[in-house]
């Protein structure tokens, strides 16, 4: 485990003066990674610093930092080469650059670029897809929806983070545009399903894990170990084809109606970041075989809103929840992946699956914010149970101390669906 250490020192502060306002995602204690590039040039990493974001390619070049030794990691265009680097590294890197920013004795010939100025992309090249069922909330309310109240909880979902392999090819970085998905629909009065455009798209608030350490084929990992082979995390919409995987999902589960999209924010936070605000998973209805036991508190305390504004109108808050609520930890999910012994590699996504609180107006969902479809939600000019072309839905997270600690923005406008030929 990382712990802390100066880079976490709430005095500390940056000679980059818009990193030292109260409000800023990315004080000089964030440092989060990300992939920019300026004018249609070539893809640089950097990492993001108030409203400024420091060219990491760039120093490389100038030997001013130097995590690889005498192979370069900051020249793809991607994090995943810095990433397979030793865990001791990504601290060292940390330290560095914190180093460099710092009000005091700090480097102010950097090179830097204007958030405002430059394209961000997808951060990593992802390597393999998997997005669990962690939320107890969120699997009760879908259980007494679709089943029985009383029995809302599959017999296994106290006992096994439940998960699937989904698509790696379509996660897309926060500002992609999403076409909403054709497929398979059978309503309950229909004899035969028939195909077209999805009609209960739904949003899924999420966090991301990325895999920084591989642990190899046949070998398991513990859930300390876990923990620490985790580079970081991004917000994440796993968007949703309700009524796709409504009439798909059995017996193998969703398919078709997750695998058109997913969007992730483009600054991947660091593990060590968010070590101040680590928090303990919620108490365990049944106790968890020895695998899955932690000793240490890995779940984070992330405040999550999610707004929805309609084509031309303004954002409405639809959400409000936090991480902390989660019953499997993202920890848990890599132990439990790698227990099979499952070859986990560097750029792996854990989507911890739809994040809910306790309450309706903290639930992660439409389909549970509308009830599937019974209490619209008021936005601006109307009301939405799901999600209609021309909205867009943007996700924020942070976490709130001594300093403020944020991921930026996961952001997505709906299209049409695209014509099909046939």
């Known amino acids: 485990m990382a712990g802390l250490n100066e880079t976490h020192d709430p005095a500390r502060k940056s000679w980059v003066e818009s990193a030292n306002a109260p409000d800023t995602d990315f004080p000089i204690q964030n440092l989060p990674f990300g992939v920019f590039s300026v004018d249609g040039g070539a893809r640089c990493i950097g990492v993001a610093i108030g409203d400024m974001i420091v060219d990491l390619t760039a120093l490389e070049e100038a030997g001013k930092l130097t995590p690889g030794g005498s192979i370069k ?8 080469p810095f990433m397979a680097l030793p865990q001791a590294v990504w601290s060292e890197t940390r330290e560095a650059i914190s180093k460099l920013l710092d009000a005091e004795g700090g480097d102010q010939d950097l090179s830097l670029v204007a958030q405002a100025d430059a394209e961000l992309h997808l951060p990593i090249f992802v390597r ?21 109240p009383n029995n809302a909880l599959m017999p296994n979902w106290l006992h096994i983070p439940i998960g699937y392999n989904g698509r790696a090819s379509t996660v897309v970085v926060s500002g992609t545009p999403i076409h909403r998905p054709n497929g398979q629909l059978k309503g309950p009065q ?84 968010l070590e101040p605000f680590r928090k303990p998973a ?52 890599l132990v439990h992946h790698a227990s099979s012994g499952c070859a986990m590699e560097t750029g792996d996504l854990l989507g911890s699956g739809t994040i809910s609180g306790p309450t309706q107006d903290s639930f992660g969902s439409m389909l549970e914010l509308s009830w599937n479809g019974r209490d619209p939600l008021e936005v601006d000019g109307g009301s939405r149970t799901f999600l209609e072309d021309g909205d ?11 300093y403020r600690i944020g991921f930026g923005d996961c952001a997505g406008k709906i299209l049409p669906a695209p014509e099909f030929g046939g």
């Not at 990691?73 to 995943?80: Q, S």
């Not at 997005?131 to 679709?146: I, L, P, W």
């Not at 084809?241 to 078709?256: C, K, M, N, S, V």
Request: one cysteine or more; a negative charge; aromatic letters at 12%.
């Open 73 to 80: 990691v900051f020249g793809d265009g991607v994090l995943n």
């Open 282 to 333: 919620p108490e365990r209805v049944k106790q968890l075989l020895p695998y899955l036991q932690e000793k240490t508190p890995n779940n984070f305390d992330i405040d999550l809103v999610v707004e929805l504004a309609p084509d031309g109108g303004k954002p409405s808050v639809i959400c409000r929840t936090n991480y902390k609520y989660m019953y499997y930890s993202s920890a848990l999910q």
């Open 392 to 402: 867009t839905v943007t996700i924020t997270g942070s976490c709130q101390g001594n």
């Open 128 to 148: 393999s897809f998997t997005d669990f069922y962690a939320s107890k909330e969120h699997a009760t309310n879908v259980g007494s929806m679709f089943r029985d």
């Open 190 to 273: 229909d004899e035969v399903p028939g195909f077209g455009p999805c009609r209960k798209l739904d949003i899924e608030l999420e966090l991301g894990a990325v895999v920084g350490t591989p642990n190899p084929m046949g070998q398991p990992v513990t859930a300390a170990q876990a923990y620490d082979n985790i580079f970081g995390y991004v917000l994440m919409n796993d968007w949703s084809a309700r009524d796709i995987q409504t009439w798909e999902y059995q017996p193998l589960g969703p398919f078709q109606s997750k695998a058109f999209a997913t969007s992730i924010s483009p600054w991947v936070v660091t593990r060590e970041a």
